[in-house]
């Protein structure tokens, strides 16, 4: 115990270099096996969502006209038939359909998933009529990017004895596996009142109850991937956040009650 000392009348370690190197390795090693999950998440929502393809045609008319029904059409939002376009990306091949504010579009293939179309009619709802919508989907971007930073926070050395006075940092970096959690919540809320506001739209423009059942399991689904990605970012942080203060954070020397020699 070469370099030890005290604090607060007890005896510590300090971590060395290769501790922390260690710590890093093990740490990623965790964290990417933990993120590696995350397409495990998505497998029963693209499963359903390619089978959707073959009864697209009894959502389609439905969908088309809920532009209207929403009173959309008139605040500027458009849909864009992907099928007619050349390009080869997941929205032109009916894998994915998206809305982008920006511009005020819903880019889908109407042909393959018309079903997904109703949600991302509530993605627009979100963002130009609803107050809450509209917060959390200003705060989807700056969460996603906060949450990784912590994923780097995470892997930063725990250099001071746990009882020593802690700072800001300190506090963010203990607890930052919880902080990547709660990042991605706006993500998954906003998600969840698309849906909502989705299915409402559909039940609106008159689309048949089995169908609004089948509707609703897809979009179930489609936000279990959302809590997956929320909950594996979660523990993936979390986990490196442990690993380095197990490998990093001083260790105490435990000094018995009493001197040997009475005993
Ligand atoms: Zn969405």
């Given at each position: 115990?070469?370099?030890?000392?005290?604090?607060?009348?007890n005896?510590y370690?300090?971590?060395?270099?290769?501790?922390?190197?260690?710590?890093?390795?093990?740490a990623?090693?965790?964290?990417?096996?933990?993120?590696?999950?995350?397409?495990?998440?998505g497998?029963?929502?693209e499963?359903?969502?390619?089978?959707?393809?073959?009864?697209?045609?009894?959502?389609?008319?439905?969908?088309?006209?809920?532009?209207?029904?929403?009173?959309?059409?008139?605040?500027?939002v458009?849909i864009?038939?992907?099928?007619?376009?050349?390009?080869m990306?997941?929205?032109a091949?009916?894998?994915?359909?998206?809305?982008?504010?920006?511009e005020?579009?819903?880019?889908?293939?109407?042909?393959?998933?018309?079903?997904?179309?109703?949600?991302?009619?509530g993605?627009?709802?979100?963002?130009?009529?609803?107050?809450?919508?509209?917060?959390?989907?200003?705060?989807?971007?700056?969460g996603?990017?906060l949450?990784?930073w912590?994923?780097?926070?995470?892997?930063f050395?725990?250099?001071?004895?746990?009882?020593?006075?802690?700072?800001?940092?300190?506090?963010?970096?203990?607890?930052?596996?919880?902080i990547?959690?709660?990042c991605?919540?706006?993500?998954?809320?906003?998600?969840?009142m698309?849906?909502?506001?989705?299915?409402?739209?559909?039940?609106?423009t008159?689309?048949?109850?089995?169908?609004?059942?089948?509707?609703?399991?897809?979009?179930?689904k489609?936000?279990?991937?959302?809590?997956g990605?929320?909950?594996?970012?979660?523990?993936?942080?979390?986990?490196?956040?442990?690993?380095?203060?197990?490998?990093?954070?001083?260790?105490?020397?435990?000094?018995?009650?009493?001197p040997?020699?009475?005993?």
């Amino acid at each position: 115990m070469v370099n030890s000392y005290y604090y607060n009348g007890n005896q510590y370690i300090p971590s060395t270099s290769g501790d922390s190197n260690k710590g890093f390795l093990v740490a990623s090693a965790v964290s990417s096996a933990i993120l590696g999950t995350l397409p495990l998440f998505g497998k029963p929502f693209e499963r359903q969502l390619a089978k959707e393809h073959s009864q697209n045609y009894l959502y389609k008319d439905s969908f088309l006209n809920s532009l209207k029904v929403s009173g959309l059409d008139k605040k500027g939002v458009r849909i864009i038939p992907m099928e007619l376009s050349s390009a080869m990306n997941d929205y032109a091949l009916g894998k994915n359909a998206a809305y982008f504010p920006k511009e005020k579009v819903v880019r889908i293939n109407t042909d393959k998933i018309s079903i997904a179309g109703f949600h991302e009619l509530g993605h627009a709802m979100n963002d130009i009529t609803g107050k809450l919508g509209k917060f959390l989907s200003k705060l989807r971007w700056p969460g996603r990017i906060l949450a990784g930073w912590m994923g780097t926070v995470a892997l930063f050395s725990r250099p001071k004895p746990k009882e020593a006075p802690k700072n800001g940092f300190d506090y963010v970096k203990d607890n930052c596996g919880k902080i990547a959690f709660a990042c991605m919540l706006p993500t998954v809320f906003e998600e969840g009142m698309a849906s909502y506001k989705g299915l409402k739209l559909a039940k609106k423009t008159g689309l048949a109850a089995p169908l609004i059942k089948n509707m609703k399991k897809l979009y179930g689904k489609a936000l279990l991937t959302y809590i997956g990605h929320a909950t594996a970012t979660g523990l993936a942080v979390g986990a490196a956040s442990m690993i380095m203060d197990k490998f990093t954070r001083p260790t105490k020397v435990e000094t018995p009650e009493y001197p040997f020699f009475l005993i």
